[in-house]
């Protein structure tokens, strides 16, 4: 009898150990075909807040596209990790004229030295600093 129900509580521990719940983001969900808009630039005390809507990033595989108003893009490769949370971009390029966009030039500046990612399927934060510098986007 004693072999028996330590039989069963081992394959009930066994069954719950395979079946813990996972922690890491989904980043298909977050990222990959997501089209976001810009909600605000918070950088310390200061928040810029678009006067256009219109400044969106699409992710795809590995890549991004950003478009300005002026229809602009800043376009690179991103990586991220569902667990930690770390968020990088590389191999950034501008196309068209940003150098009277300030909120343009700001988002480039950021996804340069992006470092974390926080939200889910309905809001986006690139963060440069934890908690002291990140842009913030909504879901279209």
Known sequence: MKKT???????????????????????????IDRNW?????????????????????LFKNGTFTLTTPGSATITGNWQADGGTRRFTCSNINTKGNINNDNIAKKMRNMLQNAILYSGDANWLQIIVQQGNAFMQFYNK
């Not at 521990?13 to 298909?28: I, R, S, V, Y």
């Open 37 to 57: 808009t810009l909600s605000f630039i918070q950088e310390g005390n200061e928040k810029t807040v678009p006067e256009k809507v219109e400044y969106t990033i």
């Open 5 to 31: 129900i330590n039989g069963i509580l081992y394959i009930l521990l066994a069954a719950l150990f395979f079946t813990a719940c996972n922690n890491d983001d989904d980043l298909q969900e977050i990222f």
